[in-house]
């Protein structure tokens, strides 16, 4: 069987995690590469192998699917421009940057007849999948997530919203993403934000409930600190509290006996643990068996539709109802 061709546009650290995966899978070969700093391209061939190309155009042509791995906001134009050279498309997250934006892209995707995957990694991390199985054998009641960072200084970009398009897409929309995987669609959200170390809203308290009566409260900092665990969530059920620590560890606490079972997944190479092995393969075994990506346009979308709908409800003072 032909293996499928891999063309990567952006070879920072998340473009060469991905190359290094697929790299490694009989099904895929990391084919073209392009980066507008070619000395970063260049790099990442030398160990990983593919054609360094001098424009997309000619990635393209050498490509039958294309990873989007570039600053967030240029996801929507190098995406858009994949499918129309009908291309397979993996797009990291964020999937756009406004509600404008992410629906173009969605309509485009839905209507290329081509994968198009969304790089929520989150949702194949052991330690989440765990989350889900155990969650769906009980009745949860509510949770409390936070996703924190310690600072937006390191790498410099991480802090500067020309690039991102604010500090929820940079780092809290994995965490949006997971309560839709986790606890179904949204019904309504409060939010309340601050500015503080930066210049835009940093700080983040928010209540969200969901269509089928379940409720959390959710608590994002740009500034907290590197305490572990900088991202954690606590689902409470019926005498019973399941918790997540980082991509580390679960916590499964029942009845009223104060010992608790532990699951941990340490012994894991980080990019399986991190859930971004496992999503490669998925958008490979899409492509080959012509089967809906695990991550899809739609999802992408509902992320970004979060992010907006959090910064509307800060600016405007009311809740959002979807």
Excluded at 19 to 40: C, G, M, Q, T
Excluded at 225 to 230: A, I, K, T
């Amino acid at each position: 069987m032909r293996r499928i061709k891999i063309g990567i546009i952006g070879t920072g650290y998340i473009g060469n995690v991905h190359a290094r995966i697929h790299s490694a899978n009989s099904d895929a070969e990391v084919s073209a590469l392009f980066d507008i700093v070619p000395e970063k391209a260049e790099k990442a061939a030398s160990s990983v192998g593919g054609k360094v190309c001098t424009s997309r155009e000619e990635l393209f042509e050498h490509s039958d699917a294309v990873l989007v791995c570039t600053p967030n906001k240029t996801h929507v134009e190098i995406a858009l421009d994949a499918l129309d050279h009908e291309k397979h498309v993996f797009c990291e997250k964020p999937f756009a940057i406004g509600i404008g934006d992410a629906e173009k892209l969605r309509s485009a995707a839905d209507a290329s007849g081509r994968i198009f995957q969304v790089g929520h990694n989150r949702r194949f991390a052991p330690v989440y999948e765990t989350l889900q199985e155990l969650v769906a054998g009980d009745s949860p009641h509510s949770a409390h997530i936070k996703m924190n960072r310690g600072e937006l200084l390191n790498p410099a970009w991480t802090g500067d919203v020309n690039v991102t398009g604010g500090f929820l897409y940079e780092t809290t929309i994995h965490l949006f993403d997971m309560m839709r995987f986790q606890f179904g669609e949204i019904d309504e959200l409060v939010a309340y934000g601050s500015t503080h170390e930066y210049p835009e809203p940093d700080e983040f308290s928010i209540i969200f409930r969901f269509k089928n009566g379940f409720h959390c409260t959710f608590a994002s900092s740009s500034d907290a600190s590197w305490l572990f665990p900088f991202e954690r969530i606590e689902v409470f059920c019926h005498h019973r509290t399941i918790l997540t620590e980082e991509m580390e560890r679960l916590l499964d606490s029942k009845g009223h006996d104060p010992n608790f079972e532990t699951h941990s997944f340490h012994m894991f190479e980080k990019e399986e643990r991190w859930g971004y092995v496992q999503e490669d393969k998925a958008f490979i075994d899409s492509i080959l068996n012509g089967t809906d990506p695990p991550v899809t346009a739609t999802d992408g979308f509902k992320s970004v539709e979060l992010v907006e709908s959090v910064y509307r409800a800060i600016e405007s003072g009311d809740r959002v109802r979807f």
